[in-house]
């Protein structure tokens, strides 16, 4: 094979593995991110679990549809991490929830979520809101807001970089409030996506034309 021809391989040969790689990369592993599932006809209702979500503690997951009149960070759905229950029962107060995503030991993956304190009245004068974020049983991060001074949610989204050490790891998101008061923490649209690595791309590129290459010359 010609120098010329060899090139034109190896570049195919590394976009096409792009490409793949991309559009696995863009694959979000969570199940239910966006927490649409169950579809509620009311503005909020609470649940023992959800398609994707496990409760890790808590009495339920409560989830709340455009209360308010508020907008979702990403749907028409988001989750409150300090549940009320209906009737109520006594057992209101933070909850934590979770999914045990299968991942590749070793393997790097990005995790975006959004974030927003409850907004307006909290009980006790509640100074702030909060979310703590834990993957694979460690602690990545704890967001704090004060949501006293707000009309509507104010999403913010945050992104973390992670490496995974089994073939399955938790990925948890608990209360991190001052009450058990039903007043707390709202999070929604969360993703998790595989990163790609460049290395090994073209360390697949280099053997596929490698094995062009001795095809062609056993061949001739």
Sequence with gaps: MRMGQLFRVATMAVVALSVLSAAHAQ?????NGSFEDPALN??????PSIPGWT????????????????????GSQWVELDADTIPPTGTNGSIGIYQDIPTIPGAVYQLSFAFS???GYHPNDEAYDGVRVLWGGNHV????????PLSQPNWVYYTYTLVASG?????????AGLYNNTYGAYIDDVRLYLVPEP???IALATGVVGLVA?????RA
């Design 27 to 31: 694959l979000n592993l969570v199940v």
């Design 42 to 47: 009311s503005s909020w209702d609470v649940f």
């Design 55 to 74: 409760l890790s503690y808590g009495p339920a997951i409560e989830i709340q549809r455009q209360y308010n009149g508020w907008s979702a960070a990403h």
């Design 117 to 119: 304190p409850r907004p």
């Design 141 to 148: 991060a704890t967001i704090t807001a004060d949501g006293r």
């Design 167 to 175: 073939t399955l790891t938790r990925l948890e998101f608990q209360d």
């Design 199 to 201: 290395a090994s791309l």
């Design 214 to 218: 001795r095809r062609r010359r056993a």
